[in-house]
DNA sequence: GTGCCGCCGCGGTTACATCA
DNA sequence: TTGATGTAACCGCGGCGGCA
């Protein structure tokens, strides 16, 4: 290629539209770069006025990319000549296609991502929303438990009462219990087993969940 | 095995084009 | 007119294969 087409297809790749500059790289250290010039207003030549690619020439990359997104160099010279670009263009242009393709692929993922995640933050507080009516109801039970062993009531024990000195103290061999869970105001009354208590008047902490059914 | 060279891809950046 | 966004081109670096 010699200097004049180079002009044509790289009207920026001539040595007078650049500057040597200082520039700051990533680890924070000066480095020597060459940069294209700012061109003024009016000072714009053709050759750098049509730098964009026209609508057919992107088609027809758009529809190679599809196919194979790398590229190797039969196939470039190939579009190249196909599309009246020079070669350096089509490489340049599938690499800048790549980039986008990947920044594209992982806003998508980041979405879902997110979808996810709010997901379960939801369940999270379901969930959380759950334990509190537990604590609420365990709290209930207790006080109704309390009440009787005031009263010198013994809690219920399969039909067989015992007596207990007190509710610290007390001890139960209960056969199950039937309770009736009363959660909501619409929903239908559900009657569960109370699990064997351990000796400190409450159940194990792992039969909780069996306790109110979760 | 090793050093050099050319090529390629990638991440990051810049300047220009376009649009609201 | 201006700021935001998109795009073409570039830089610097690292990896890889060919070659002496």
């Not at 194979?68 to 010279?77: A, I, S």
């Not at 692929?105 to 879902?112: D, G, I, R």
Request: charged content about 30%; some cysteine; glycine content about 6%.
């Amino acid at each position: 290629m010699d200097h004049v087409e180079e002009k044509m297809l790289f009207p920026y790749a001539v040595s007078n539209y650049y500057n040597q500059v200082q520039v700051q790289v990533q680890n924070g250290e000066q480095k020597t770069r060459r940069r294209r010039k700012k061109v003024k207003e009016g000072e714009l030549s053709a050759e750098l006025k049509k730098r964009r690619l026209n609508d057919e020439q992107v088609k027809f990359l758009e529809m190679s990319f599809k196919k194979e997104r790398k590229l190797e160099t039969g196939r470039k010279v190939g579009l190249a000549t196909e599309l009246g670009l020079d070669p350096k263009q089509v490489a340049v242009w599938f690499q800048n296609r790549r980039a986008r393709h990947k920044s594209k692929q992982l806003e998508e993922e980041y979405t879902k991502l997110k979808s996810a995640h709010d997901s379960v933050v939801v369940e999270k507080c379901h969930l959380e929303n759950e334990v509190m009516k537990l604590k609420e109801r365990l709290c209930e039970v207790e006080e109704e438990m309390k009440k009787l062993s005031m009263n010198g009531n013994t809690v219920p024990s399969g039909g067989n009462s015992s007596p207990s000195s007190s509710f610290s103290t007390i001890t139960y061999h209960p056969q199950p219990q039937l309770l009736v869970k009363e959660f909501g105001a619409e929903a239908e009354p559900e009657i569960f087993y109370v699990p064997e208590y351990s000796e400190y008047g409450y159940p194990n902490f792992l039969d909780w969940g069996s306790v109110y059914g979760i």
